[in-house]
């Protein structure tokens, strides 16, 4: 297994992208600190950097990535090699490259500019998305076999849990405003990634004050450690699910 | 050594493999003939496991090859088309094989030397041509001496030098009593390697017979002209 992570890392690297998403995260959040005068606002930037820009380019490099891996894995697949462990070793290798290029260009700024706990909150949660969304592009890559489908269907994705699911949330909270939601609420929140992961932040960054009634509810829940624990197992649970389907979609995928 | 048993496979509405019951023992060299699209690469691409059948079973050397991957060890193949990760090298393919592979059984590097590989070691595969391809396809498929080799259509796209080596090679490795499984459309290239012959129409087995069967029952000296034979009369039996 080792040897086959080793060859699809050395690939990611070799091929600049990753080089290049680590300079480009790196230059947001060096600038998110230095232009925002207090640290609290650079953090809040970062938090939206995380939140966007790493699940997309996660999603969208790993999905292309899996797309051209086709010639890689019939290669291996005539050679005494276990199916399983060719798309565990893709899935390996793309997260540790992804998971290094955001510790490198994330975690150097924040632990230099945030509060500690904040910054390794931030840093967990970040490196939960990133692995969350090479997760979703192995599903991605299984459902379709062509690419251009299967890119846009990642795109789609992430539109979904970046963008899309925050308007179905309000809506949700606009029309039944006048009817106890706020554990539907939660449950809700659980079921988007991305929204899990904010509310995490904010509970840890004394904003969810702004959060208004929701927000103590949501500190109810999740700001106790037991709540804290049940996010981080959704958060979990985000990887193993899709990946787990996609795994067994390549078992019995023919070539 | 290798036994199909009972093996369909369907892509959607089409039925590539219709109850395909093949047994292939040591020694042999196979020639799979059959019309495109019949359903030659989805057969070997069974035996490989790259393709799931539908239903039945293939047994390696006794053992199902279901959910098991080292049989794989045994068998070299070298596909139709080469399809290599476009920015690796042709040393790099070679070393990475290799370290896959680990096999501490010497190596046969006969065919990288003869094709003269080593000297395009730094060349990344997609600048390499059709034929330069095959050639590594083929060297991969010879290099870890396996009991049992797979070649899908080996000479297309070979010159006529490269091919004379590869069909040397082929006659060299079926001597040692390897198990061979050839396709081709070139039936004049398989006078002199093949000893038995699968006919496969429209995913069903037509006959397997053994090339002297064959010759006897159709009156012909060449492979070419007993299929002919054989698809002219419908079967052989008619005519004479």
Redesign the interface.
């Known amino acids: 297994m080792n040897?086959?992570i080793k060859?699809v890392i050395l690939?990611i690297v070799?091929?600049k992208m990753v080089i290049a998403y680590t300079i480009l995260l790196a230059i947001l959040c060096f600038s998110a600190f230095s232009l925002e005068d207090s640290s609290t606002k650079g953090v809040l930037t970062v938090q939206s950097i995380i939140l966007l820009t790493v699940p997309l380019v996660s999603i969208i490099f790993a999905t292309i990535y899996l797309y051209n891996?086709?010639?890689?894995i019939?290669?291996?697949?005539?050679?005494?090699?276990?199916?399983r462990k060719i798309w565990v070793s893709l899935f390996i290798g793309l997260a540790m490259s992804l998971l290094a290029a955001f510790l490198l260009a994330a975690g150097v700024p924040l632990f230099l500019y945030a509060p500690l706990n904040l910054a390794l909150v931030m840093i967990m949660i970040g490196s939960l998305i990133t692995v969350i969304f090479v997760a979703l592009a192995c599903l991605c890559a299984m459902l379709t076999r062509d690419k251009a489908k299967g890119i846009g269907l990642a795109i789609l994705i992430w539109l979904f849990f970046a963008l899309l699911f925050d308007g179905l949330l309000l809506f949700f909270l606009v029309q039944f405003s006048d009817y106890p939601i706020e554990k539907p609420l939660i449950f809700m929140a659980s079921l988007s990634p991305i929204d899990l992961s904010r509310i995490l932040m904010q509970l840890h960054m004394d904003v969810s004050a702004m959060m208004g009634y929701t927000g103590a509810i949501f500190k109810n829940f999740f700001g106790n450690v037991t709540g804290f624990v049940i996010a981080l197992l959704l958060l979990i649970l985000w990887i193993v699910v899709p990946f787990w389907i996609s795994l067994r979609k390549f078992i019995?995928?023919?070539? | 050594m290798i036994e199909i048993k009972d093996i369909s496979k369907n892509?959607g509405k089409l039925w590539a493999l219709k109850n395909v019951n093949l047994s292939c023992n040591k020694g042999e060299c196979i020639a799979l003939i059959g019309p495109n699209g019949c359903g030659k690469t989805t057969l070997i691409?069974s035996i490989?496991?790259?393709?799931?059948p539908t239903s039945g079973k293939i047994f390696f050397n006794g053992e199902d090859i279901a959910n098991n991957?080292?049989?794989?060890?045994n068998?070299g193949?070298m596909?139709q088309i080469g399809?290599?990760?476009?920015?690796?090298t042709i040393g790099h393919?070679v070393k990475?094989?290799k370290?896959?592979?680990?096999s501490d059984k010497a190596l046969d590097e006969d065919l990288l030397n003869e094709f003269d590989l080593p000297s395009l070691y730094e060349k990344r595969m997609r600048t390499l041509s059709g034929g330069t391809t095959q050639k590594v396809s083929a060297t991969l498929a010879f290099l870890f001496n396996p009991d049992v080799l797979i070649l899908d259509e080996p000479t297309a796209g070979l010159d006529p030098l490269a091919s004379e080596i590869l069909k040397e090679k082929i006659i060299k490795e079926k001597e040692k009593g390897k198990l061979i499984l050839i396709t081709s459309h070139l039936l004049s290239e398989l006078d002199d390697l093949v000893t038995e012959i699968i006919f496969i129409q429209e995913g069903n087995v037509e006959f397997h017979k053994t090339k002297g069967m064959l010759m006897e029952h159709t009156g012909e000296h060449k492979i070419a002209k007993a299929i002919a034979n054989v698809l002219k009369g419908g079967a052989g039996e008619q005519n004479n």
């Open positions: 040897r086959i060859y690939d070799k091929n891996s086709n010639e890689f019939e290669l291996l697949l005539s050679q005494p090699v276990q199916r019995r995928k023919d070539l | 892509f691409k490989l496991g790259m393709v799931v991957f080292l049989y794989r060890n068998i193949y596909p399809r290599y990760p476009e920015n690796m393919i990475m094989i370290q896959i592979r680990n």
